[in-house]
């Protein structure tokens, strides 16, 4: 299983980047994908979440800031970050989840978002 998660970057206070999550070694649709993050010091947090069936959540720090998004004919899972904040700065890590109750947990690598004011 891999899941390759991309677009990170240095970006303006105000500004947007683009993640994207390409998952390959698992049956893409029928896991719930999610983005995390994790600041130096803080513990990993949900940021967002897309179930097998489109439906999302998101922390509430992000909302109305944040959009996740999934194709699964790509098996690649997105997240557009707009108005970027520099609390938003983070390794962005994604996950994949098998949608069932004892579902297996996956993790990528991460990507660094840096976020200058």
């Not at 999302?56 to 997240?79: C, E, H, P, Q, W």
Request: charged share 15%; with cysteine.
């Amino acid at each position: 299983v891999q899941l390759q998660a991309s677009g990170g970057g240095l970006v303006q206070a105000g500004g947007s980047l683009r993640l994207s999550c390409a998952a390959s070694g698992i049956i893409f649709r029928g896991h719930d994908m999610g983005w995390y993050r994790q600041a130096p010091g803080n513990q990993r947090d949900m940021v967002a979440l897309i179930t097998t069936g489109g439906s999302t959540n998101y922390a509430d720090s992000v909302k109305g800031r944040f959009t996740i998004s999934r194709d699964n004919a790509k098996n690649t899972v997105y997240l557009q970050m707009n108005s970027l904040k520099l609390e938003d700065a983070a390794v962005y890590y994604c996950n994949a989840k098998y949608a069932s109750p004892s579902g297996t947990n996956y993790w990528g690598k991460g990507t660094q978002v840096t976020v200058s004011s």
